[in-house]
């Protein structure tokens, strides 16, 4: 079920008053667990029977974990919660392998036993990729190694952590969410709360707002582009690079957006997961304000488990590019998502940071207009991000080296420019994308110390009212176009 759909229309609101009809906390949590399995399986049943699995599994070791106290740092008790981490990786990370990276693996050994001369028979599996199983995979394996590393102590109510790994609003795209800050929300009474209500819905109506209108506004300019890119001149591919850019951020963050502003209607509060990445300065900072729940997981769980800064600056440095390698892996089983990943590792240890101390609560610092410097640098983070980009949207690798060629060849070719200069004058697609992007990047800009746009609590209330009711407007006209295409971190 997604929520752009008509089906998730009604949904949300016969969960919702059925919830807080509900005067007790262990109900209102067997409903959103009940509500999230029918959720998920809307796509296929089979797929809850996995999540099931998967989170009985990772339950059941964390209360093994929680009676088995360590001895000594070599003890028999120290083994055997060892044994027991490993038993946890093992499944969730099976899981993955099986269900997610089989294919890849088949495919990246016989390609090199073919350059070595040998020619190995050929094995397929038709494997139905589960939507949403990087992240509740990640978001269980994260509660057994917080109770492994002492910091969590493991729940005995199954109802609870059924409810904590499969919550409707973020099980499919996130955000990935940390037990010691969730759980514990399902094992306090919540409270009806008026003010969390209205903000939930103002944030949900922005997400659509960026998914509907904008992203998938773009999504066809971007799919014209690289699905031939042999065709398709320099211009015109640079032009295409910088919309998908836009477009996974309208995209992948709008769906944050609906997810958080959900949860909030049934009083749980989930972590931010994007801070206006395209405002920053550095590649550090990129990673600081894009998909902040996973660039804190990987930090927390790969990069320091390797040593993170604790070693030689060769260390350290090794340690970033292989967790960007590792979340390049994460993000799609092919080579090109582990050479964007290898990119942006590179990139974060060889590029100098801003001298300053930056702000992440106020992007590009309070000016109204940043300073030139300012400016130079969010340009030029913008730019690498968009080349990284390429990798990410190519069908191939092959495709990626082919578009950066292009680019970088063609880009003085004055009749790609003078292609889309007619396009735009003929009030083609690209007239009212170039205008939407303006307007959004305007508000952004004038946004970006809010968590969200819409929030006028100075405003009158007509004018307010006349604000939601424009992107209500925009919302209903842009998706009974037909132009809906799924969220684009569902296959991940």
Not at 43 to 71: E, H, K, N, Q
Not at 449 to 475: C, E, I, N, Q, T
Request: net charge positive; with cysteine; aromatic share 16%.
């Amino acid at each position: 079920m997604s929520f752009t759909s008509v089906a998730f229309l009604v949904f949300l609101p016969v969960v919702w008053a059925i919830y807080w009809c509900l005067r007790r906390r262990e109900w209102q949590n067997l409903l959103l667990v009940c509500a999230s399995y029918v959720f998920y399986g809307w796509w296929d049943a089979r797929f809850c029977v996995l999540m099931l699995t998967s989170s009985l599994v990772d339950y059941g070791l964390g209360l093994a974990l929680g009676r088995s106290a360590p001895d000594s740092e070599t003890g028999t008790g120290f083994r055997r919660r060892r044994l027991l981490l490993a038993l946890s990786l093992a499944a969730n990370l099976g899981l993955l392998g099986v269900f997610k990276y089989f294919g890849f693996f088949v495919d990246s050994f016989q390609a090199a036993a073919t350059l070595l001369g040998w020619s190995p028979g050929a094995l397929t599996l038709e494997i139905i990729l589960p939507v949403g199983i990087s992240f509740y995979t990640f978001q269980t394996l994260s509660y057994t190694i917080d109770i492994y590393r002492g910091r969590l102590q493991p729940t005995r109510n199954l109802v609870d952590y059924l409810a904590f790994v499969s919550f409707f609003p973020q099980l499919v795209a996130g955000p990935i969410e940390r037990a010691s800050r969730l759980l514990p929300q399902f094992q306090q009474p919540r409270c009806w709360d008026r003010g969390a209500f209205g903000e939930g819905l103002r944030q949900m109506l922005w997400g659509l707002f960026k998914k509907v209108v904008i992203a998938d506004s773009l999504a066809g300019p971007v799919a014209a582009a690289f699905a031939s890119p042999e065709t398709a001149g320099g211009p015109r591919l640079m032009v295409a690079t910088v919309l998908f850019a836009y477009q996974i951020y309208c995209d992948f963050s709008g769906y944050s957006d609906i997810a958080i502003g959900t949860a909030r209607l049934f009083g749980i509060g989930l972590m931010r997961n994007f801070a206006y990445p395209y405002f920053s300065q550095s590649i550090v900072e990129f990673w600081q304000r894009w998909h902040i729940s996973l660039s804190t997981w990987f930090r927390d769980y790969v990069y320091i488990a390797l040593g993170g800064n604790r070693g030689r600056r060769m260390q350290t440095w090794r340690n970033a590019v292989v967790t960007f390698l590792v979340s390049g892996l994460w993000h799609g089983a092919a080579w090109r998502f582990v050479a964007w990943g290898g990119l942006h590792g590179v990139s974060l240890v060889a590029l100098p940071r801003p001298p300053e101390k930056v702000s992440i609560d106020h992007p590009g610092g309070t000016r109204l207009v940043p300073a030139p410097v300012v400016l130079l640098r969010m340009i030029l983070v913008f730019t690498l991000v968009c080349a990284f980009w390429v990798f990410f949207r190519a069908d191939s690798l092959a495709d990626a080296w082919l578009v950066w060629k292009k680019i970088a060849t063609e880009i003085h070719v004055a009749e790609g420019y003078r292609e889309l200069v007619l396009e735009y004058q003929g009030r083609g697609p690209l007239f009212g994308i170039t205008h939407l992007l303006v307007v959004f990047l305007v508000i952004e800009w004038l946004s970006r110390h809010k968590p969200h746009p819409v929030d006028f609590p100075g405003w009158p209330r007509p004018l307010r009212w006349s604000v939601y009711s424009a992107l209500a407007w925009f919302v209903i006209e842009y998706g009974g176009r037909g132009d809906a295409n799924p969220f684009i971190y569902f296959q991940f």
